[in-house]
């Protein structure tokens, strides 16, 4: 149980264009779900929490206006990388806080590469 | 929570070893640990857990040991075998019970098992 689906596992796209990436959750609602960036042989770092029906929080350094990130529904949210350019290329992943358990559960990772 | 290096600490081990994974946090008021693996490509795989008032858990062939002292949190894996080869992060949730339920990811080591 618990399992968080995440698309697409790979994206390519050209400078400025921008990119959605999805994070469902399956089998529970997710009221509140993390985006995270990892660069190679990097730690994860948050960029964002997204809690359901309401504004994302953002975490220091992240531009809100380039990662935009909706959640309107219990199962699902999005992240969409505005203008994206070539440092932009990273591994992005989700995760959602499981309810009742304190746990948490990540989705496969989107690995995006700006050309 | 840990500053994020550029590189990434190494553990090598022949297989039937026994690995011990280091792990030091900076919060205080850090009341939740988790031990994740990372495979590559792949999204952090929950290991284990250990909860501040405790000071060692077991599950199976991991064992996750808590110094709330020193702020110190170990993973030791019995009897390394090849699979077991990976990333693995500690993490912890510095809400001190509140209601962010932000993770914070250590640097990561990369374990290698040698055949």
């Known amino acids: 149980g618990a399992v968080v689906s995440q698309h697409p596992s790979r994206v390519i796209c050209k400078s400025g264009t921008s990119v959605k990436i999805e994070c469902r959750s399956l089998?529970?609602?997710?009221?509140?779900m993390f985006w995270y960036r990892q660069f190679p042989k990097q730690s994860l770092m948050l960029m964002a929490t997204?809690?359901?029906?309401?504004?994302?929080?953002?975490e220091q350094g992240v531009e809100k206006d380039k990662f935009l990130i909706n959640h309107a529904s219990l199962t699902l949210s999005t992240l969409t990388v505005t203008s994206a350019h070539p440092e932009d290329s990273s591994f992005y992943i989700c995760?959602?806080?499981?309810?009742?358990?304190?746990?948490?559960?990540f989705g496969s990772g989107t690995r995006l590469t700006v050309v | 929570g840990e500053s994020v290096g550029l590189h990434l600490p190494t553990l090598s081990v022949q297989e039937g070893d026994n690995s011990i994974i280091n792990c030091a946090y900076s919060?205080?008021?850090?009341?939740?640990f988790i031990w994740y693996k990372q495979e590559s490509g792949k999204g952090p795989q929950f290991i284990i857990d250990?909860?501040?008032?405790?000071d060692k858990r077991q599950g199976q062939r991991v064992t996750v040991l808590l110094n709330k002292t020193v702020k110190h949190l170990s993973l030791q894996i019995a009897a390394t075998q090849p699979g077991d080869s990976a990333v693995y992060f500690c993490?912890?949730?510095?809400?001190?019970?509140?209601?962010?339920?932000?993770?914070?990811f250590g640097k990561g080591t990369l374990l290698t098992v040698n055949p």
């Open positions: 995760s959602a806080l499981v309810p009742g358990a304190h746990g948490y559960t």
């Open positions: 089998d529970f609602q997710a009221t509140t």
């Open positions: 997204s809690n359901e029906g309401s504004k994302a929080t953002y």
């Open positions: 919060n205080s008021a850090s009341d939740y």
């Open positions: 250990i909860r501040s008032n405790m």
């Open positions: 993490a912890e949730n510095g809400s001190g019970g509140g209601s962010n339920y932000k993770l914070t």
